[in-house]
């Protein structure tokens, strides 16, 4: 109809988000999330309308952020370092007009605290999720034997006995590891196992 022509000049455009360059982003440390769209900011009667951003989580909790840069159809914002693992829907919101939704994952960071054991390792941490064959999800040893040049280095999976987020007990049969790797859906951590057993060489 002819009524809607006059309608955008009188506030703030409703801002559109057309993509994220980030879709999943790690927990713990302070991330740039750059948004492509447009009418972010826009000028009405003198007024200018500049975009803010409205972080909500799956509970419906919302947090507003201030972008780092903001311009008419790109708009950079850090989500914060303690932002909760989870899917947030991300929206650029100028006044009382709120774009779609982008939606980031933030995943947890895995982390090894605690290692113990010779050839059954039990690894305490977090961020380990679940084991899911054929997912990428093991533990790797790093087995180290000899010294100088008789040094061998070798790499043994091992057989997960359990796998829960925040503990994992791995049975490496016959080998000792030196070192763990644990690998998540959410990224890979290692870690030097403290061998709770074994002769110390004397100097």
């Given amino acids: 109809g ?19 360059n980030s879709s999943v982003i790690g927990a713990g440390s302070n991330t740039g999330v750059t948004l492509s769209g447009a009418s972010f900011t826009n000028v009405t009667g003198g007024t200018e309308y500049v975009s803010a951003v409205a972080l909500t989580a799956g509970d419906g909790s919302s947090v507003t952020l201030t972008p780092d840069t903001v311009d008419q159809g790109t708009l950079v914002v ?6 909760a693992p989870g899917n947030y829907d991300v929206r650029a919101v100028k006044a009382d007009v709120t774009s779609n939704p982008a939606v980031i994952s933030v995943t947890p960071k ?3 605290t605690k290692t113990s054991g010779t050839t059954l390792v039990k690894i305490t941490g977090s961020g380990f999720a679940g084991h899911q064959e054929g997912s990428g999800t093991s533990v790797i040893g790093k087995v180290i034997t000899g ?5 061998t280095t070798k790499y043994v999976e091992a057989e997960i006995v359990s796998w829960s987020d925040t503990s994992i007990e791995a049975d490496f049969g016959n080998a000792r590891p030196n070192e763990v790797a644990v690998s998540s859906v959410f990224g890979q951590a290692s870690a030097v196992v403290q061998q709770e057993t074994g002769r110390r060489r004397s100097k």
């Avoid at 010294?147 to 040094?151: A, D, I, K, Q, S």
């Fill in 2 to 20: 002819f009524g809607t022509a006059s309608a955008p000049d009188t506030g703030p455009i409703v801002p559109t988000v057309y993509s994220s």
């Fill in 78 to 83: 850090t989500i914060p370092a303690d932002t």
């Fill in 110 to 112: 895995v982390a090894i």
């Fill in 147 to 151: 010294t100088g040049e008789n040094r």
